[in-house]
């Protein structure tokens, strides 16, 4: 589903994007300008800016927060330092990629200027979708659906793992419950509570995840220095030669 799903953004953005490309380097050395300025710095809004892109960061590609670890800890490999790299692309497809593309998207289409949808990304995103085709916006929210049905599956997962670790088997059920539970309420609750409570959440798992990471650096570092002095070297084994073994 996920494949699928960035698929269809990445070529829609593409689309818009390369419609008007002559505007991509204008607009990037705009966006840099206003980020930059000095006027931004002093008014507040390059720091206001500044934390609210480190939350809907975090939101976005769960950087420093631990999760994906649990993910990517299933996969079988002799290289640990290996998945630590392919771990590494999932940050920067969703960020500098698919958010810069969504930007420039929504940029070009000025659909941010749409009267009444100011701070309202989703149907910010839709309006500039929508410029490409009347169907556009449709297959936007089957697409987000998909995403929030992913977004479910992964993270129950990820808690499921984290209470086996703590409490065993005997808790899985009652918390299974628990998370079907929260999937009901939540929908009733306004965007605004969710978002914030999620930002305070991924802050409490972030904290002592980066607390952690601080203390194994050094560990970290000598595997990556072995890493790569056997991949220089070449006697790092492939894929096809382990699946021979």
């Known amino acids: 589903m996920v494949p699928a799903m960035v698929i ?12 008007n490309y002559t505007e991509i380097i204008p607009l990037f050395k705009n ?30 590609n769960e950087s420093g927060v631990g999760t994906a670890a649990v993910a990517h800890a299933a996969a079988k490999t002799d290289e640990p330092i290996r998945e630590g790299l392919v771990a590494m692309l999932g940050p920067f497809i969703d960020t500098i990629v698919i958010c810069s593309m969504t930007a420039l998207a929504i940029l070009i289409t000025k659909a941010h200027l749409t009267p009444g949808l100011e701070g309202h990304g989703a149907q910010i995103t839709a309006v500039a979708f929508a410029s490409v085709g009347p169907i556009m916006p449709y297959l936007l929210t089957l697409s987000t659906a998909i995403f929030a049905y992913s977004t479910m599956i992964s993270y129950s997962y990820y808690a499921d793992r984290a209470v086996y670790f703590l409490f065993g088997k005997k808790l899985l059920k009652p918390f299974q419950c628990l998370f079907l539970l929260c999937t009901l309420i939540a929908p009733t609750l306004s965007l605004g509570v969710v978002i914030d409570f999620s930002d305070l959440m991924l802050l409490s ?31 790092m084994k492939t894929a096809s030669e382990l699946r021979l073994e």
């Open 8 to 19: 269809f953004y990445i070529c829609v953005c593409l689309i818009i994007i390369f419609s």
């Open 205 to 235: 798992m972030a904290i002592p995840n980066i607390i952690g990471m601080f203390f194994l650096s050094n560990e970290v570092k000598v595997m990556v220095d072995h890493y790569w002095q056997e991949y220089k070297s070449g006697n």
């Open 31 to 60: 966006i840099f300008i206003q980020a930059f300025s000095p006027s931004a710095a002093f008014s507040g809004g390059f720091l206001g800016v500044l934390i609210q892109g480190m939350r809907r960061g975090f939101f976005s």
